[in-house]
C-alpha cells in the first residue's frame, strides 16, 4: 500500500470525526518499502493531519442556533389627513374621536379591514353620521382595520378627511405614523 493510500486513510477518518488509528497507520508507513526519506515525510504529514485533527476536537463548538421565525409582518398605525384624530377606550368600546369642526354637515365613514399584511383592504361597511359628531366606535377584531373620515359641506364639498390605518388590537396603543395628505 502506498503512502498517499495511508494519508488518504487518515484523512478520510478526521473529515469523517472518527477518531483514526494513529499506532496503525503510523506502523503501516515504517513497514512500508521505501527509502528512508519517503518514510520520514509521510510520517511528518501524518503529524500534521493528526494536529488538524486535535485542533478540530479542542476548539468548542458552538451551542446549536435557536429555531426562530421570521418576524411578521404587520401593519404600522398610520394616520394621513387634515383631520387630528385620537384613538380612545370606552370599557370595552374602541373608539376614534375628533374634534368639531364648523362648516362640516355630514361625516362620511368607510370601514374596511385586510386579512393579511399584503393583502389589499377590503370594505366592510360605509355609514354617514352628523356634523355634530366626533366620535366613532370601531368593531376591532383579529385583523387590521382602515377608517376612512370625511368631513363634507353642504354643497358635498370636502372640507377634511382623514385616513387611519393598521387599526388592531395589538397596536391600539402604539404611536401612530403621520403621513403627509
Not at 479542542?58 to 394616520?79: F, I
Not at 387634515?82 to 370606552?90: H, M
Not at 378627511?161 to 402604539?174: C, K, M, Q, T
Request: proline residues 7%; aromatic residues 4%.
Amino acid at each position: 500500500m502506498s503512502f498517499d493510500a495511508i494519508l488518504g486513510e487518515a484523512r478520510t477518518a478526521v473529515a469523517g470525526g472518527s477518531e483514526p488509528d494513529w499506532k496503525g497507520l503510523r506502523d503501516r508507513i515504517r513497514g512500508a518499502d521505501a527509502d528512508e526519506q519517503a518514510r520520514r515525510a509521510a510520517l511528518a504529514q501524518l503529524e500534521r493531519i493528526g494536529a488538524v485533527h486535535r485542533a478540530r476536537r479542542a476548539r468548542p463548538t458552538a451551542p446549536p442556533r435557536p429555531v426562530t421565525r421570521p418576524a411578521q409582518l404587520r401593519t404600522r398605525p398610520t394616520l394621513t389627513g387634515d383631520l387630528d384624530v385620537r384613538r380612545d377606550r370606552a370599557g370595552e368600546a374602541w373608539l376614534l374621536a375628533w374634534p368639531q369642526r364648523p362648516g362640516v354637515e355630514r361625516w362620511e365613514v368607510r370601514i374596511a379591514r385586510r386579512s393579511g399584511a399584503r393583502g389589499d383592504y377590503e370594505a366592510l361597511e360605509s355609514r354617514e353620521l352628523p356634523g355634530t359628531a366626533t366620535s366613532l366606535e370601531l368593531p376591532l377584531g383579529d385583523v387590521p382595520l382602515r377608517v376612512h373620515l370625511v368631513g363634507r359641506a353642504r354643497g358635498g364639498r370636502l372640507l377634511h378627511r382623514a385616513i387611519a390605518s393598521g387599526l388592531a388590537p395589538e397596536s391600539w396603543d402604539e404611536r401612530w405614523q403621520r403621513r403627509a395628505s
